[in-house]
């Protein structure tokens, strides 16, 4: 069985910062991409930021010169800094991983967080 573990939402003003992390634990084989996503009322949820197994990053143009993806291999995590936050990015932040879980001959797929509220206050 696999967790993701998220941690770091709250409340900020506009302009302030928050970094969101999420670590994956569990029976898992491999990890390939990791990412963050959200959901704001209203809206369907939508890619904010990606990161490959290699260091390659995507991400969405509205949040491109502000937030930063990064991950540790090591430890099964993904962070994401977030800075000049603006009212628009408030949210329901998910930490998304594609993995193989259990062994090698089990397929890879999609694992989703629980979630972290994210609110940014004008």
């Known amino acids: 069985q696999v967790q993701l573990e998220e941690s770091g939402g709250g409340l900020v003003q506009a302009g302030g910062s928050l970094r969101l992390s999420c670590v994956a634990s569990g029976s898992i084989f491999s990890i390939n991409a990791m990412g963050w996503y959200r959901q704001a009322p209203g809206n369907q949820r939508e890619l904010v930021a990606r990161i490959t197994t290699g260091g390659s990053t995507d991400y969405a143009d509205s949040v491109k010169g502000r937030f930063t993806i990064s991950r540790d291999n090591a430890k099964n995590t993904v962070s994401l800094q977030m800075n000049s936050l603006k009212p628009e990015d408030t949210g329901v932040y998910y930490c998304?991983?594609?993995?193989?879980?259990?062994?090698?001959?089990?397929?890879?797929?999609?694992?989703w967080g629980l979630g972290t509220q994210v609110t940014v206050s004008s």
């Open positions: 998304n991983v594609y993995l193989r879980p259990g062994s090698w001959y089990r397929r890879e797929q999609d694992y």
